[in-house]
């Protein structure tokens, strides 16, 4: 008891250090977004900034962070490849068990949850969305699929080297701007004033694979999963 | 005094990371955490309450889209370390019988 209260000022203590530190925060955050709203649009093509930020002005922090998504699948399914004969635990996912009313019902928005998710990934430039987001709607999508059609075989081993594909594609399509811009990791497109429809093109092409890399890694985590417990 | 409420959220995710006896808690209680970061972050980036960071013509004030940005790398990553952490969850459990600290301390130090 003495021991979670000395907790609990400790915590407390923080709390206030952080209240003191956010007195004049006021100014800090004020001027990134009218510049991102000034230029944002003309210099990335693109009329979502998150995207504009995601793909051109931090393109290598996207870069890692589905390099950092490849090796966590990677991690996650060599740790579950090696005892798969256990036999304690016992996932929730038995088709006897499952309601007909929900199996029914994932028929239904399965298609729908889809092409939702395929929506959101070629629309994100334009419209609230992204490569990052519809690759985990369709994730679920396919997660559904599992509900509907439990004894599924899936090989986790192709789904992991179409991701590597797909990774080594995205970096060489992301490198290809040193030969047409000089820098690396940005619009492949030059900077063109009417329109940016050549940007959209590029906008488009990276958002529909890292979409598509992302929904395959959730989907190899997903099945590592399942297939502990079967 | 809205960021302060997202600090609480982190306060409590710290409060039950020490002081949690199950594994999986302790998974959740980093799960709790990182929503508080990621709250305390989008609401610094809409310090002035504008409107989503999409350009169509219409809005003088808008959110800041690099936190945003930020927080969608943040999310990416917390959900595979978490997925990671409970795999070893799982590992754990098939080679102590358990998830508790104490018993897989003992049992740790018994070898």
Known sequence: MIRQGILIVMLLAIFAVFIVSLSDLDQLYQ????????YGAEQ???????????????????????GILLIAVS???WISKHDIEEKNARFMLDKFKTPDLFVTFSRL?????????FYIIVN?????????????????AILILYYIDAEKETNIGMIVTVEKFLYLTILIIASLS??????????????????????????????????FKVALGLWAIFTAFLKEGR | MDPMLTFLVILIGMYGLSTSKNIIKSVFSVTIIESGVILLFLNL????????PIINGAADIIADPLPQALM???IVIGSTVTALALMLCIKVFHHYGTVEWREILRRGEGK
């Open chain 1, 109 to 117: 928005v399965y298609p729908l949850m889809l092409a939702f998710g």
């Open chain 1, 75 to 77: 991690g996650i399914i």
């Open chain 2, 45 to 52: 980036g809409n310090w002035r309450g504008g409107s989503i």
């Open chain 1, 31 to 38: 001027t990134s977004a009218d510049y991102f709203r000034e």
């Open chain 2, 72 to 74: 969608i790398t943040t």
């Open chain 1, 124 to 140: 994100g430039h334009v419209s609230p969305g992204g490569g990052f987001q519809g690759g985990a709607i369709v994730a679920t």
């Open chain 1, 178 to 211: 040193i030969f047409t811009r000089g820098t690396f990791f940005t619009n492949v497109f030059p900077y063109d004033t009417h329109g940016g429809s050549n940007q959209a093109i590029y906008l488009v092409t990276l958002n529909i694979l890292v979409g």
């Open chain 1, 44 to 66: 990335t093509g693109s009329n979502n900034l998150v995207t504009a930020i995601l793909l051109d002005y931090r393109l290598f922090d996207s870069l890692f962070e589905a």
